[in-house]
């Protein structure tokens, strides 16, 4: 079985506060995008998970399995669930890591919902989102798609349709940064930046200029609408017209050639 873990950007994400449980209360405005991590899944006749993941365009980072959310998703479900048969999880990773896109989480649901077509199993909406929450916070979104308002820890969410979403060219691009989200959220404590649409940019943009100078070329390039996604690194202009979007692509690619430039669409699923 191949599925498709799409990457997500953030139109908008506020914080609220910091709870007693250590996680913060947010607010924010997500939309999946037509980057994707593959991932095949099967059976096979151990009664154990084996899980491999190929970083084809990332090779400097790991992909321990000790510690992918993916391969943890895939421990608990067989647990939860009480599977008796083994599966087989390979991942072949293109969404860039600590950019900000959810690319963990995304690879996280698309693993939920492939055991669930494999081994047929029923199970509400609610109780999946009560299964996925304990995993990641970010897990939840990812088995919506599309757009979505979410609140609390990210839980919390609603569908949204925007009128701009059929019609919209994304320019993103990932200047090779991996950046921690446990960092930038506990430099968020001691800020507590509140004038941005992403109340992250001014912790980013202080630690790492350049990714602010990206911004700026984007603003230049007349984008209607820049912003950071999530904690990474990752900065994106969003366009309304599809040739002024190919040419401006052009133009980034020949301008940072060690850098990623992706042209992209919002998707719904």
């Avoid at 925007?162 to 506990?186: G, V």
């Avoid at 070329?217 to 309304?240: A, M």
């Amino acid at each position: 079985m191949k599925l498709k873990a799409s990457a997500k950007i953030n139109i908008s994400l506020h914080i609220l506060n910091k709870r007693k449980d250590g996680y913060h209360n947010i607010n924010s405005i997500l939309q999946t995008v037509n980057l994707y991590d593959e991932i095949y899944i099967e059976k096979i006749n151990k009664n154990n998970i084996e899980f491999s993941c190929d970083w084809t365009e990332f090779k400097k980072f790991s992909c321990d399995d000790n510690k992918n959310i993916a391969y943890l998703t895939a421990l608990k479900l067989k647990k939860f669930f009480k599977i008796n048969s083994g599966v087989k999880i390979h991942i072949i990773k293109h969404i860039p890591p600590g950019g900000g896109l959810g690319g963990g989480s995304s690879d996280a649901a698309e693993v939920i919902l492939g055991f669930l077509k494999l081994f047929k199993i029923k199970i509400s909406r609610n109780e999946l989102i009560k299964f996925s929450k304990k995993i990641g916070s970010d897990i939840p979104f990812f088995l919506y798609k599309g757009c979505c308002y979410i609140e609390g820890k990210g839980e919390k969410i609603r569908k949204l349709h925007f009128p701009w979403r059929k019609n919209s060219y994304i320019l993103l691009i990932y200047p090779d940064i991996n950046i921690s989200t446990e960092k930038i959220y506990s430099l968020w404590d001691k800020n507590k930046p509140r004038s941005l649409t992403n109340d992250f940019e001014n912790i980013v943009f202080e630690l790492y200029p350049e990714i602010y100078k990206l911004k700026k070329i984007l603003v230049n390039f007349k984008s209607n609408y820049v912003s950071l996604t999530g904690t990474g690194s990752c900065i994106y202009g969003l366009f309304y017209n599809r040739e002024k979007s190919i040419k401006i692509f052009k133009k980034l690619t020949e301008l940072y050639k060690n850098y990623k430039v992706y042209l992209l669409k919002l998707v719904s699923k």
